[in-house]
């Protein structure tokens, strides 16, 4: 069994939470209560069905406070993890700094692949859903961008996702696989 653990990063009340639920499809409800350190949500996907081999898979969705107050618990939440979704809102300017500083922390910081990060541009209703150039500063602009819209096209983003975990899983299954390879050659 792979079992993977995804973390939801970014800034305050960018619409992680919301979002997490809705992927996981978690029926807790949410009025805006900002998450305290971590909430862990586990799931599993009918389309995401692990490696050839029938060896299934697991995901557990890490959904961190995006309130600087709990920096000193991030390194307990980034170990051990093999993917980090940064979840920010493309409207408000100052996202686009800080977004940044978790790449930074979260991917740089535990010599993550680029491929494991996914940027998502999350458009809470009312916020035009406008998706205008997004003008990203290197290292970001070379991450894999997807747009939210819960209202408008919810399925856009969870295919994104499906298709990022089953990255994520084919990955994992394949280092797994080079292990075993190293133990008997
Ligand atoms: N209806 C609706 N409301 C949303 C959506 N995204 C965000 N919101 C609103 O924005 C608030 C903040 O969203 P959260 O998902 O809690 O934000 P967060 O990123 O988890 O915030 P922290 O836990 O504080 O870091 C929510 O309570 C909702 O009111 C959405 O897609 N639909
Ligand atoms: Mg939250």
Same mark, same amino acid.
């Not at 995804?6 to 009025?31: D, Q, R, W």
């Not at 535990?110 to 916020?127: E, N, T, Y």
């Not at 290292?139 to 969870?158: A, G, M, Q, T, Y």
């Given at each position: 069994?792979?079992k993977? $653990?995804?973390? %939801?990063? &970014?800034?305050?009340?960018?619409?992680k939470?919301?979002?997490?639920?809705?992927?996981?499809? @978690? @029926?807790?409800?949410?009025?805006?209560?900002?998450?305290?350190? #971590?909430?862990?949500?586990?799931f =599993?996907?009918p389309?995401?069905?692990?490696?050839?081999?029938?060896a299934g898979?697991?995901?557990e969705?890490?959904?961190?406070?995006?309130?600087? $107050?709990?920096?000193?618990?991030?390194?307990?939440?980034? $170990?051990?993890?093999? &993917?980090v979704?940064?979840? %920010?809102?493309?409207?408000t300017?100052s996202?686009?700094? =800080?977004?940044e500083?978790? *790449?930074?922390? %979260?991917?740089?910081?535990? %010599?993550?692949?680029?491929?494991?990060?996914?940027? #998502?541009?999350?458009?809470?209703?009312g916020s035009?859903?406008?998706?205008g150039?997004?003008?990203?500063?290197?290292?970001?602009?070379?991450l894999?961008? #997807?747009?939210?819209?819960? +209202?408008d096209?919810?399925?856009?983003?969870?295919?994104?996702?499906?298709? *990022?975990?089953k990255?994520?899983?084919s990955s994992?299954?394949?280092?797994?696989d080079? +292990?075993e390879?190293?133990?008997?050659?």
């Amino acid at each position: 069994m792979l079992k993977a $653990k995804i973390l %939801f990063v &970014g800034p305050c009340e960018s619409g992680k939470s919301v979002l997490a639920n809705f992927l996981t499809e @978690s @029926s807790e409800i949410t009025e805006h209560s900002p998450t305290q350190g #971590v909430r862990i949500l586990e799931f =599993e996907n009918p389309q995401v069905t692990g490696t050839s081999r029938g060896a299934g898979c697991e995901f557990e969705l890490w959904d961190c406070g995006g309130d600087p $107050k709990f920096e000193s618990c991030w390194p307990a939440l980034m $170990k051990d993890s093999h &993917g980090v979704v940064i979840v %920010f809102n493309a409207d408000t300017p100052s996202h686009l700094k =800080e977004i940044e500083t978790w *790449y930074a922390c %979260f991917v740089q910081g535990q %010599f993550l692949p680029d491929a494991h990060c996914l940027l #998502v541009a999350h458009h809470k209703p009312g916020s035009g859903g406008d998706r205008g150039h997004l003008a990203l500063a290197p290292p970001l602009n070379k991450l894999k961008l #997807v747009h939210s819209n819960l +209202e408008d096209d919810p399925e856009e983003i969870r295919s994104e996702f499906i298709k *990022y975990l089953k990255n994520i899983i084919s990955s994992m299954s394949e280092s797994r696989d080079r +292990e075993e390879m190293s133990i008997i050659t």
